[in-house]
């Protein structure tokens, strides 16, 4: 088998490759019987199973890829040395690194935490249609969108600040602390930012309810913004995928 047809069958394929889609099928049955159990508070035997069987399909998949990033990349030998730094290349190698622990007591370190295995759940991205034109939509708009986060983030520290300083760090009509260090006031800004707000730190100052309210208000704004942009240049994408097909 040449490289060339490796890196046809590890890619996503149409219904016209068999083989290429039996790939696909495989990785994605892989992929869930690799989150099964992290459903389970219990370390059931065959979870063992699951974990030896599913991360040894990772390996090969990660290396088939890697043999063939000159294909994916289209910038020869270099190609090899930017695939670790790709992002979808990150998400494989960081999902494949709790399971080594179960190779040699040696890796034990690297199995930091299960969620690591969360990240598996992102492997689906490869094999979607629709996030990957969402993907091409954050790249093309990524300028306005790291521009919104930019505001909204000196905002969330602004607002927080403000809070910190005008709000008592404790409550006299609870006999509980209200902002007891500057994470607190962080962690209310940025919920009443995106308009959650849960409830469980709320200003007791007029100075404090004010901004509570300029708050929230500012938070639809600043949430309505990047959907709007997304949402547009999302329809934008479809339509332009229909012309190329129709051409």
């Known amino acids: 088998m040449t490289r060339k047809r490796l890196f046809e069958i590890v890619e996503r394929g149409g219904q016209s490759d068999k083989v290429s889609l039996a790939y696909d099928i495989l990785m994605f049955i892989a992929i869930t019987v690799s989150i099964f159990p992290l459903m389970f508070v219990e370390e ?53 690194l709790p399971g080594l622990s179960l190779i040699s007591r040696g890796f034990k370190i690297l199995r930091i935490t299960r969620l690591f295995k969360v990240l598996r759940l992102f492997k689906f991205l490869r094999y979607s249609d629709k996030m990957e034109i969402l993907w091409n939509v954050i790249k093309r708009e990524k300028g306005v969108l790291l521009t919104v986060l930019g505001f909204a983030i ?67 704004a600043v949430i309505a913004l990047p959907s709007g942009v997304i949402t547009a240049s999302y329809l934008e994408e479809l339509r332009s995928r229909k012309r190329n097909k129709k051409e």
Not at 191 to 220: A, E, H, K
Request: aromatic fraction near 20%.
């Open 154 to 220: 000196f905002y969330v520290f602004l607002t927080a600040l403000i809070m910190f300083n005008a709000e008592p760090h404790f409550n006299p009509e609870t006999g509980a602390a209200t902002f007891q260090d500057f994470f607190d006031a962080l962690y209310w800004a940025t919920v009443t930012l995106t308009t959650v707000g849960y409830g469980d730190l709320c200003p007791v100052t007029d100075i404090g309810r004010c901004v509570s309210m300029l708050s929230s208000l500012f938070g639809v």
């Open 44 to 96: 059931y035997p065959v979870f063992k199973w699951f974990e030896m069987v599913t991360v040894a399909i990772f390996i090969l998949d990660y290396l088939f890829r890697w043999s063939t990033a000159d294909y994916k990349l289209g910038k020869g030998a270099l190609s090899f040395l930017l695939y670790p730094l790709t992002p979808m290349a990150i998400i494989d190698l960081l999902s494949i």
